[in-house]
């Protein structure tokens, strides 16, 4: 436990020493309140944006899925960078075993991408509460953001970052890349509507429903909840586990 | 020439056509299985496409990322010629493949001439893989240039809606699927290759600087 504990511990550290993924959360942060950023403009533009649950759900279903892109490139080296400076043959070397050298870089990649989120919604939160122009209450955006990160930060995070070590570990990084963008850009170029999303959608799949839902739809289908947040766990796990499966990825024990 | 061709190639690796054969084949039983609702052609061969050969050219065709670069840019004759090439022989198979998934989709599904498929492709991708290029040349290290280029990709696919600004539509970079009025979009390809010829003349300069 104390080995996985390390991994853990130096996968977390090492990942917010990179430049890279503040570059990201920077350029995200800056795309999201150009878009949502409660100005005249966006006021008159975005009908509900005098909302925070809304501004929040804005924020989870749109916004952060450049974020999430971001972080899905800079995970996806992890395992195959350890092959090819030899640190794992090192590893290998060592006492530690496979279960605790992949459960530490799985749980350490999710406490990373789940911290990142929770960075730029608090980040985004925060702006628009002081620079809003009319009043609301510290609650009114509280609510919104506790139930973005209960409800959609914890499997998405799974999903991302479980999905972006493992399957690398195991298939060619570059194959990784291109199925990823073909499901982000998917998750980018659907129009929301008024009936069920389908429930593979990352960031504005049905679960985002539970943050904010527009007035003229008052539904929300909780089968498609309930699917949404399926396939995300689902995938995270099960890409997580083919890693465990794969004999020849550690010695044999 | 044929030798480097040949050697770059080698240096690609296997993967890089099992890949380019899988997602042309996916992109091929797509357009034979997709509904009509869908804007098959521009979403594949203006939005996706040209994000493979992105790929292709910041992953495959990596330059400042390879661990012989200080070498080479010590002693090749020309740094510019040995990005340049790398890159066009990355960009070419890349398009190669997008042509064989042009003609496969052709015959599953019409929707648009051979010649106007070609002519929404190419500017898109020349741009994207030409800034993973110079992104390529810029940061040593490894996925950077296709983590920048990845996230722009993705930035521009989000923000269709900046389109209601008078004068964006020309510099949009996936114009036909955003249904953009029709006299526009070949203004606007014809901008978008200016642009990444802009960008290999950066490259130019920040090669003969590295030389």
Same mark, same amino acid.
């Given at each position: 436990?104390?080995?996985?504990?390390?991994?853990?511990?130096?996968?977390?550290?090492?990942?917010?020493?990179?430049?890279?993924?503040?570059?990201?959360?920077?350029?995200?942060?800056?795309? *999201? %309140? &150009?878009?949502?950023? $409660?100005?005249?403009?966006?006021?008159?533009? @975005?009908?509900? !944006?005098?909302?925070?649950?809304?501004?929040?759900?804005?924020?989870?279903?749109?916004?952060?899925?450049?974020?999430?892109?971001?972080?899905?490139?800079?995970?996806?080296?992890?395992?195959?960078?350890?092959?090819?400076?030899?640190?794992? *043959? %090192? &590893?290998?070397?060592? $006492?530690?075993?496979?279960?605790?050298?992949? @459960?530490?870089? !799985?749980?350490?990649?999710?406490?990373?991408?789940?911290?990142?989120?929770?960075?730029?919604?608090?980040?985004?939160?925060?702006?628009?509460?002081?620079?809003?122009?009319?009043?609301?209450?510290?609650?009114?955006?509280?609510?919104?953001?506790?139930?973005?990160?209960?409800?959609?930060?914890?499997?998405?995070?799974?999903?991302?970052?479980?999905?972006?070590?493992?399957?690398?570990?195991?298939?060619?990084?570059?194959?990784?890349?291109?199925?990823?963008?073909?499901?982000?850009?998917?998750?980018?170029?659907?129009?929301?509507?008024?009936?069920?999303?389908?429930?593979?959608?990352?960031?504005?799949?049905?679960?985002?429903?539970?943050?904010?839902?527009?007035?003229?739809?008052?539904?929300?289908?909780?089968?498609?909840?309930?699917?949404?947040?399926?396939?995300?766990?689902?995938?995270?796990?099960?890409?997580?586990?083919?890693?465990f499966l794969k004999h020849r990825f550690w010695r044999s024990e | 020439m044929k030798e480097r061709i040949k050697s770059e190639v080698k240096i690609f690796g296997i993967n890089f056509f099992l890949v380019s054969a899988v997602f042309t084949t996916a992109v091929i039983v797509l357009s034979a299985t997709t509904g009509e609702l869908l804007d098959f052609y521009p979403v594949s061969f203006e939005v996706a496409f040209p994000f493979f050969a992105a790929i292709a050219a910041g992953e495959w065709g990596k330059t400042g990322a390879d661990s012989n670069f200080d070498i080479i840019a010590a002693q090749s004759s020309s740094l510019f010629k040995w990005v340049l090439l790398r890159y066009l022989t990355a960009f070419a198979i890349s398009s190669l493949a997008a042509g064989l998934g042009m003609a496969g989709a052709s015959v599953m599904r019409y929707e648009m001439p051979l010649w106007e498929l070609i002519v929404i492709y190419l500017p898109p991708a020349f741009f994207l893989s030409s800034l993973c290029a110079l992104s390529g040349l810029l940061c040593r290290q490894e996925h950077i240039a296709s983590l920048i280029s990845g996230v722009i990709w993705l930035v521009i696919l989000l923000t269709r809606s900046l389109l209601r600004f008078p004068g964006l539509e020309y510099i949009y970079l996936f114009i036909r699927f955003a249904k953009a009025p029709d006299n526009v979009w070949l203004w606007n390809k014809g901008l978008v290759t200016l642009a990444g010829l802009f960008l290999w003349g950066v490259i130019y300069r920040k090669c003969k600087r590295m030389g």
């Open positions: 436990m104390r080995n996985m504990c390390s991994v853990l511990h130096y996968e977390f550290k090492m990942q917010f020493q990179r430049l890279a993924a503040w570059g990201v959360l920077l350029a995200a942060a800056a795309l *999201s %309140l &150009l878009d949502n950023f $409660p100005s005249a403009g966006n006021l008159a533009r @975005l009908e509900f !944006l005098n909302e925070p649950a809304y501004f929040v759900y804005r924020i989870v279903s749109l916004d952060s899925l450049v974020l999430l892109f971001g972080l899905m490139f800079l995970l996806a080296g992890r395992i195959p960078l350890d092959a090819k400076t030899g640190m794992k *043959s %090192l &590893l290998m070397a060592s $006492p530690l075993k496979k279960w605790q050298y992949v @459960l530490g870089k !799985l749980l350490g990649g999710f406490l990373y991408v789940f911290s990142m989120l929770c960075i730029f919604l608090f980040l985004n939160t925060a702006v628009y509460f002081i620079g809003t122009p009319f009043k609301i209450s510290l609650i009114e955006c509280a609510v919104p953001v506790v139930k973005a990160v209960l409800a959609s930060f914890i499997p998405v995070s799974l999903f991302v970052s479980f999905c972006s070590i493992a399957l690398p570990g195991m298939i060619d990084i570059r194959f990784f890349y291109v199925l990823a963008a073909i499901l982000f850009g998917f998750n980018a170029a659907y129009v929301g509507s008024a009936e069920a999303m389908p429930f593979y959608l990352i960031t504005s799949g049905d679960l985002a429903r539970l943050i904010w839902v527009h007035p003229g739809w008052p539904f929300v289908d909780m089968g498609s909840v309930i699917a949404n947040g399926c396939f995300l766990a689902g995938s995270g796990f099960v890409s997580g586990c083919l890693l | -």
